[in-house]
């Protein structure tokens, strides 16, 4: 089946630096990457939807100048949390929308846990 | 208002009994897709089931079936057998419209915990 892959798995980082994450599509082109991120014992939280080729939609009260997200080709979409203070520490999670036809319609990364120092 | 209400934050299960996890969904598009998640605590998301809002079954897959109400817009998912391994936690999502790449709307989850 499909599979979605998250680099890295984890990262420790100090206030102020910035934070890239990868979400690849191994096995299929995806045209739509969503981003979300949970907070521990928390439902996942929506933060933006990444269309391939153009700027993502950021959903309300996320900063997109803080959250970065490129979408530069059909396997692959990057976040990159800007400097990066402790509050951002989370699990941050990408799907892509799998070609039609198939009703998981969203394949999961593996998640990516942040902590920043 | 809430798109997606799981009211139970924590359930316990004897270990080979079944238990079932409510769902409430709040939509007025009459075409829309509810799915079941599993969130070990190694954080993956596992597909465990979906229902299309047009579907006249309730869907099956193993030991999960999905017991889709639709006038009272409700989506339990009933775990059968209950084994170890399904402790975690547990999120109903909802995609509405027909559009695939529609985003999902994520339920507060409910953490199970099956007991030996």
């Known amino acids: 089946g499909a599979v979605v892959s998250q680099h890295p798995s984890w990262v420790i980082c100090k206030s102020g630096t910035s934070v890239k994450i990868e979400c690849r599509s191994l096995d299929f082109q995806a045209t739509t990457m969503f981003w979300y991120r949970q907070f521990p014992k928390q439902s996942l939280m929506l933060m933006a939807t990444s269309n391939e080729g153009s700027k993502a939609t950021y959903e309300q009260g996320v900063e997109k100048d803080k959250f970065l997200i490129n979408h530069a080709s059909l396997t692959l979409s990057t976040l990159t949390v800007t400097s990066a203070h402790p509050e951002d520490s989370s699990f941050y999670i990408c799907?892509?929308?799998?070609?039609?036809?198939?009703?998981?319609?969203?394949?999961f990364g593996p998640g990516t846990r942040l902590t920043v120092t | 208002a809430q798109k997606i209400t799981q009211t139970q934050p924590g359930m316990f299960v004897q270990e080979k009994e079944a238990v079932t996890l409510d769902c409430t969904y709040d939509?007025?598009?009459?075409?829309?897709?509810l799915f079941w998640y599993k969130q070990p605590s190694s954080g993956e998301m596992i597909f465990l089931i979906y229902?299309?809002?047009?579907?006249?079954q309730n869907a099956t897959e193993g030991r999960y079936s999905l017991n889709f109400q639709k006038a009272r817009k409700s989506a339990n998912l009933v775990i059968s057998a209950s084994q170890l391994g399904d402790s975690a936690m547990y999120f109903c999502?909802?995609?509405?419209?027909?559009?695939?790449?529609?985003?999902?709307?994520f339920g507060t989850g409910t953490s199970l915990t099956v007991i030996p």
């Open positions: 799907s892509a929308r799998v070609p039609s036809g198939s009703s998981y319609e969203q394949y």
């Open positions: 939509t007025s598009d009459p075409s829309y897709g």
């Open positions: 999502a909802m995609r509405e419209g027909r559009h695939t790449g529609n985003q999902f709307y």
């Open positions: 229902q299309g809002s047009y579907d006249q």
